[in-house]
């Protein structure tokens, strides 16, 4: 069962804007939640993270917000910018770092 | 360089043959992740270490699929008598400890099987 969501496949935003990236989860045991940045034919890079006792973490133009009521967090970019345009993955830690992974979402930035 | 590293990053294979996969984490780091990546979706859990400890491998599709991590550094993730769905991208992924520390990635090692 797919216990973490990216529920859009793909988003596209103008250089200068901001990107709005969503993620749901199910599992109220994981703890922990990390965004990392995909480009082709690399591997995963490691954005930002956000431990559950959080609302909010800041990393310059990356902020993460987390909503446990409702298992929802999202990434912010501001502003975003071309190197900005990759797959985007949600992640859930529940236990000793195991994560689950949402689908990925692929942003676009337009110039 | 200081990151992970993942051999071969490409590696064609006839149905039926065994393939071996290497990571090399970064140094000092004691937790080990494999992941499997399917096109179009998120890295699935295959299993992980602790040292040279094999913790849980609960994610492994089946009993081809076996990792060790001998020396509690590098890693190998062999794959006997290989099949069609076994296609896909496995990364391998290394932290300080295991939860509440992100996993640094290595690009990963593309399997086909034909």
């Known amino acids: 069962d797919q216990q973490v969501k990216q529920n859009s496949p793909s988003l596209s935003v103008q250089e200068g804007r901001i990107s709005i990236l969503n993620c749901d989860y199910t599992n109220s045991m994981f703890d922990y939640f990390l965004w990392y940045k995909k480009y082709p034919a690399e591997g995963p890079t490691f954005l930002i993270s956000?431990?559950?006792?959080?609302d909010k973490n800041e990393d310059g133009r990356f902020t993460v917000f987390l909503n446990k009521s409702a298992k929802h967090l999202s990434l912010h970019i501001v502003p975003s910018q071309p190197g900005d345009s990759a797959v985007y993955f949600c992640?859930?830690?529940?236990?000793?770092?195991?994560?689950?992974f949402g689908a990925g979402t692929q942003v676009v930035v337009t110039p | 360089g200081a990151g992970v590293s993942q051999s071969p990053r490409y590696k064609v294979a006839k149905r039926g043959q065994d393939v071996a996969l290497r990571c090399d984490p970064i140094?000092?780091?004691?937790?080990l992740f494999w992941y499997q990546q399917a096109l179009g979706q998120g890295p699935e859990f295959l299993t992980y270490?602790?040292?040279?400890?094999?913790?849980?491998k609960s994610g492994l599709p089946s009993d081809r699929f076996f990792a060790e991590r001998p020396e509690g550094s590098v890693s190998t993730l062999k794959i006997q008598r290989t099949q069609q769905e076994d296609s896909a991208v496995y990364l391998c992924?290394?932290?300080?400890?295991?939860?509440?520390?992100?996993?640094?990635f290595g690009d990963g090692t593309r399997l086909s099987i034909l």
């Open positions: 956000i431990s559950s006792i959080k």
């Open positions: 140094s000092g780091h004691v937790s």
């Open positions: 992640a859930a830690n529940g236990s000793w770092g195991k994560l689950q």
């Open positions: 992924a290394s932290s300080t400890t295991g939860g509440g520390q992100p996993q640094h």
């Open positions: 270490f602790q040292n040279e400890a094999q913790l849980d």
